[in-house]
């Protein structure tokens, strides 16, 4: 019995041992290559409301139908803007690869001028539809684009989160670096913070709901304040559904004229 | 003016409300656009009026889905500063969806090409030239009865189009503002000058067929395309030229082969922009000077010749400002001196556009530069959002020069408002 109580309390010492050790080693770019990776399901489908709030109270609201596939480490992402009337059955599509250094590939297509249209992927740093959200605040920036560094770590609603720096390795990139908070385990984010070239705090990005959606993490609804311009916007997601299995054949220059039913 | 704008007033109220209530069909969706554009010369002294433009404009769009094909219409109700009103069809077709393939029946929009702006293997629908390239593309493009289908095979995309009828571009009228003059021989007074136009028969041997093989993948985009098409713009024939008292010139539609191609790829953030088109037997108009001798050789003032027009282009980001340029180039093969066009005529296009306060701000500046005449064409605008589908567009389109394709209306420099409410 003796013999038997050592051998558990020497198998539990090893695994604290090694759990203590692999926590001490968890650096921040493994924070967020865990957040990038994170499963999020072989596709995904759902309707984006954009709550668009200025200074004065006023509002603006854009609504989006968006479609996301998975192919291993890359990713294609199509969307069909369903309102306001002036932009109505425009569409937009992107390619971004997990390759480091490959560029993602981005197209427009404009009812107006009936043509697909590549558009360069320094877009990435525009502000989408005049929200307070960029392209790239939309998509996942490659961890490898960033310097990361876990710089504490805190409760956010109740979970454990790392708080984790990130500094862009492009000094020309419109953040000077931002501040994480990502949910230990589930390595979603909580919170997040956006800094100016200059260093003073520019946006906040609050993580409102989180659900899991066919066993899968989804960010339901978050707002993201420009506390400088004092202009927010509320992004929400109804009618998700993962898995659903999305054709090849969708991500197409045929589907972005063709719009969505 | 006051009853054209109260009947495109009621016009639209009806046909809104008639969408609306159809709308609430299963299937059916509308939308459009009222739309004022109020345009003021900055020198009146060539003309009897102040306004370059006085438009109102109401555009309806209507879609409708079914399980396997959708049908959209188009039109438009337009009054000018004439009081007068017209109507329209932009688009009638309908769609028909197979797993592979698309089938699009009816009048049509066809937009071909990567080049913004110029129009190089964009040759299926013709233009509406009748206010220059002052319009939107949207409505300087004319719909086209056609028949176009589109195959579909992995990346790539085969397209043909059928165009039983031939419909040429709509150029100024000769009181216009935009009104185009022939170059013909100084002693040629232009009021004796009488045009006539020859269209194509509406025979079944005049239609016009196009093909189009196009691949879009992450590194680079392209299209080959080729059509056996009747030139959109006319030549000037002379069929009596007896001046003082008599000058009789016949337009007419020359028929000829286009073969082109255009690309497009991104790299480290540039994206360049290809695009060319050979014209087999292009019909050129001859110079004053040689007018009178071709004539007595038996001509007609014409000759036909080859023809290349290409483009190279580029578009990046910096700063947030989405800049865009390209250099255009026209060439005649085999050119002779007696031809009225230059050899070599090069074009540069300029665009620089920003939005500040959330997009709700639009600064833009377009430009095009003739290298052959030294003239441009300045185009800036400011266009804000007073709220979502309002938008207010203040502008000014000024020309430079006193010859070639800009130069030629340097006394047409104005300032404009567009207000436009979509719906």
Request: glycine content about 8%; aromatic content about 12%; overall charge negative.
């Amino acid at each position: 019995m003796k013999k038997n109580s050592i051998a558990v309390l020497t198998a539990g010492l090893l695994l604290l041992t090694v759990f203590a050790a692999g926590a001490q080693t968890m650096t921040g770019l493994d924070v967020m290559n865990n957040v990038y990776n994170r499963p999020k399901g072989p596709d995904i489908t759902s309707e984006l409301t954009m709550t668009l709030t200025n200074s004065r109270g006023s509002t603006r609201v854009r609504t989006i139908r968006q479609f996301v596939k998975e192919y291993g480490a890359d990713e294609k992402k199509i969307m069909f803007f369903t309102a306001p009337a002036d932009v109505k059955n425009t569409s937009f599509m992107d390619w971004s690869y997990g390759a480091p250094g490959k560029e993602d590939d981005m197209w427009i297509y404009l009812p107006a001028l009936k043509k697909v249209k590549r558009i360069s992927s320094e877009n990435k740093s525009d502000y989408f539809m005049g929200s307070d959200f960029t392209y790239d605040d939309l998509g996942e920036r490659k961890p490898d684009k960033d310097t990361h560094r876990i710089i504490g770590e805190e409760k956010v609603n109740g979970s454990d989160c790392y708080v984790v720096e990130s500094v862009p390795k492009d000094p020309d990139y419109i953040y000077s670096r931002t501040v994480s908070w990502i949910v230990k385990g589930s390595w979603i984010g909580a919170k997040k913070e956006f800094y100016d070239e200059d260093g003073e705090l520019l946006k906040t990005l609050t993580i409102n709901e989180s659900d899991k959606v066919n066993g899968y993490w989804v960010v339901l609804d978050m707002e993201m304040e420009n506390v400088q311009k004092d202009h927010k916007t509320r992004l929400q997601l109804k009618n998700v559904k993962i898995g659903e299995g999305i054709k090849d054949s969708f991500f197409t220059e045929r589907q972005m004229k063709k719009g969505v039913r | 003016m006051k009853r054209s704008i109260t009947l495109l007033v009621i016009t639209a109220v009806l046909l809104s409300a008639g969408a609306a209530a159809v709308s609430a069909q299963e299937g059916i969706g509308f939308n459009g656009y009222v739309r004022n554009y109020t345009g003021v010369l900055l020198d009146n002294s060539d003309y009897t009026s102040d306004f370059s433009a006085i438009e109102n404009t109401f555009d309806l769009k209507a879609d409708y889905s079914g399980d396997i094909s959708d049908l959209h219409a188009e039109g438009y109700v337009y009054s000018d500063a004439d009081d007068d009103l017209t109507a329209g069809v932009r688009e009638l077709y309908f769609d028909i969806y197979f797993d592979n393939m698309d089938l699009r029946v009816g009048k049509q929009q066809i937009i071909w090409g990567k080049a913004d702006g110029v129009f190089i293997t964009d040759v299926v629908s013709p233009k509406d030239l009748s206010r220059f390239v002052l319009p939107d593309f949207d409505e300087i493009r004319l719909g086209v009865t056609s028949v176009k289908a589109d195959y579909y095979l992995g990346d790539f995309t085969l397209e043909g189009v059928w165009v039983p009828v031939f419909t040429p571009n709509v150029i100024p009228s000769g009181n216009s503002l935009w009104a185009v003059s022939m170059d013909l021989p100084s002693t040629v007074d232009p009021s004796i000058v009488k045009f006539t136009t020859d269209l194509p028969d509406t025979v079944l041997e005049n239609s016009e067929g196009f093909g189009k093989i196009s691949y879009m993948g992450s590194a680079f985009d392209f299209e080959l395309m080729g059509g056996y098409m009747f030139d959109d713009a006319p030549a000037g024939h002379v069929s009596v030229f007896n001046p003082p008292t008599s000058v009789k010139i016949i337009k007419e539609y020359q028929r000829m082969f286009m073969g082109g191609g255009s690309f497009s790829t991104e790299v480290a953030g540039f994206v360049f922009r290809g695009e060319g088109a050979y014209y087999n037997g292009k019909v050129f108009n001859l110079g004053p000077d040689y007018l009178q001798a071709d004539l007595l050789s038996g001509g007609d003032g014409t000759i036909e010749k080859d023809y290349i027009h290409y483009m190279a282009g580029l578009d990046y980001v910096i700063a947030g400002v989405n800049v865009s340029t390209q250099f255009i180039q026209e060439y005649i093969l085999d050119y002779e001196d007696k031809i009225s066009n230059d050899e070599f005529n090069s074009t540069m296009t300029f665009l620089a556009a920003r939005k500040f306060m959330n997009d709700t701000l639009e600064l833009k500046f377009f430009g095009y530069y003739g290298l052959n005449n030294s003239d441009a064409l300045v185009r800036l605008s400011a266009g804000y959002d007073i709220a979502d589908g309002l938008n207010l567009v203040i502008g000014s389109d000024i020309f430079i020069g006193d010859e070639g394709y800009f130069g030629q209306y340097d006394a047409n420099d104005m300032v404009y408002a567009k207000v436009k409410y979509s719906f």
